[in-house]
């Protein structure tokens, strides 16, 4: 494999990106297939001070268009400083959120511009498009069962309206691209969800 593959993995808070990610990277592993990981918003040491920053609950005042250009900040240095390189040199890059969490947080949560948030996207990822994203889906109310009492941050604690717009954001950019967009049922079982996530994968190596 000459070039390199983005895989992102999205969802709201809770369904289960986290540990579908890892199972993935133990496949890769086990396959003897490069593979390195990074997450929004964070993975480069600027990036990391600005997800403290977004994810602070003290900071309960930011605006929404302040919280957009933050998330695309970190989003570009992680682009521009490992994933172009690392893509470049031939390995899988595996991406915990990447520009469609903010297609959907900031615009269909936050209700900014969605033709604005697709020009930053461009601009912050310097034209990166995913070669594939998973996207798990589960109800607002299986997330505040499977989340209970814990302590959340600035995102995670907002409101059950909030989380459900979001999880409409991402059916919805499921619905407008099938092609890229592979829809999950977070429901399933971790293995279910593992195998379909690999069989996904495979499909698109048969495709390059």
Known sequence: ??????????????????????????????KNISVVLFREPGGTSIGEKIRDILLDKSNSGMCAITELLLYSASRYQLSHELIHPALESGKVVVCDRFYDSTTVYQGYGRGIDLEFIR??????????????????????KERARRFG????????????????????????????????????????????ISKEVWQNFERLLKRI
Do not use: W, Y
């Not at 593959?5 to 890769?28: A, H, P, V, Y």
């Not at 930053?120 to 996207?135: G, K, R, S, Y």
């Open 119 to 140: 020009a930053l996207n461009q601009i912050a990822t310097e034209n990166l498009v995913p070669d594939l994203t998973f996207i798990l889906d589960i109800p607002a």
């Open 149 to 192: 009492v814990r302590d959340l941050d600035r995102l995670e604690g907002e409101s059950h309206v909030f989380q459900e717009k979001i999880r409409q954001g991402f059916l919805k950019m499921a619905r407008l691209e099938p092609n890229r967009i592979c829809l999950l049922d977070g429901t399933k079982t971790e293995d279910l």
């Open 1 to 30: 494999m000459s070039k390199g593959l983005l895989i992102t993995f999205e969802g709201i808070d809770g369904s289960g990106k986290t540990t579908q990610i890892m199972r993935f990277m133990q496949k890769c592993a086990a």
